[in-house]
């Protein structure tokens, strides 16, 4: 069964960096999957990040692109985030999560989460 | 990119059956599957539908999906509602690669 644990600092300086990775068991990252990140501030929604293969094809919501980098390191089995030029507005429970993938422009369902990781933004 | 719309709150009564809708502003719902998820206070979100009807092992047959090509929309009917039931749902889909949640409703359950 899979599980997948996301880590990193709980607090971070607003115009600092963001990192988090999100360490993946019980299936190989390289066996096919989207790999992604989906925030929730508080009291709020759920937001799509982003998500990535194992082949480096990233896919990023546009909204947050220019600040969004999510790679995947099948050595370690474990994939990352980094989100730069972050403000208050960026605080949030961070989710990693598994994408099921049916080829082309075809999703299924985000099939597997993890905890989630409060990340708050503040000096 | 598209935005999905759902009601903020829906409430119905145990053993009652309620029904969520998720409007697709643009492009065709019927185009791209929709997933719904429930998410319970302090825990991710699970899924109870996906592929637009499709129910996950352990899910119960009182959640189902369907889509709407009239209206754009998808739907999730939940039958014979328990206190359990009472959760936050999300409605999500995708186009172009670019995932898109919902804004969530919640269910309460009285």
């Known amino acids: 069964q899979v599980q997948l644990q996301e880590s990193g600092p709980g607090l971070v300086k607003p115009s600092g960096t963001l990192s988090l990775t999100c360490a993946v068991s019980?299936?190989?990252?390289?066996?096919?999957?989207?790999w992604g990140w989906i925030r929730q501030p508080p009291g709020k929604g759920l937001e799509w990040i982003g998500s990535?293969?194992?082949?480096?094809?990233?896919h990023y919501n546009p909204s947050l692109k220019s600040r969004v980098t999510i790679s995947v390191d099948t050595s370690k089995n474990q994939f990352s985030l980094k989100l730069s030029s972050v403000t208050a507005a960026d605080t949030a429970v961070y989710y990693c999560?598994?994408?099921?993938?049916?080829?082309?422009?075809?999703?299924?369902?985000?099939?597997?989460w993890g905890q989630g990781t409060l990340v708050t933004v503040s000096s | 990119n598209f935005m999905l719309t759902q009601p903020h709150s829906v409430s119905e009564s145990p053993g009652k059956t309620v029904t969520i809708s998720c409007t697709r502003s643009?492009?065709?719902?019927?185009?791209?599957?929709v997933q719904w998820y429930q998410q319970r206070p302090g825990s991710a979100p699970t899924t109870v539908i996906y592929?637009?009807?499709?129910?996950p092992s352990g899910v119960p047959d009182r959640f189902s999906g369907s889509i709407d090509s009239s209206s754009n929309s998808a739907s999730l009917t939940i039958s014979g509602l328990k206190t359990e039931d009472e959760a936050d749902y999300y409605c999500q889909s995708y186009a172009s690669h670019n995932q898109v949640f919902g804004g969530g409703t919640k269910l309460t359950v009285l």
């Open positions: 592929e637009d009807n499709q129910r």
């Open positions: 019980g299936y190989s990252i390289s066996n096919g999957y989207y």
């Open positions: 990535n293969h194992h082949s480096g094809s990233a």
């Open positions: 643009s492009g065709s719902m019927d185009s791209n599957f």
């Open positions: 999560a598994r994408v099921s993938y049916c080829g082309g422009d075809c999703y299924s369902n985000f099939d597997s």
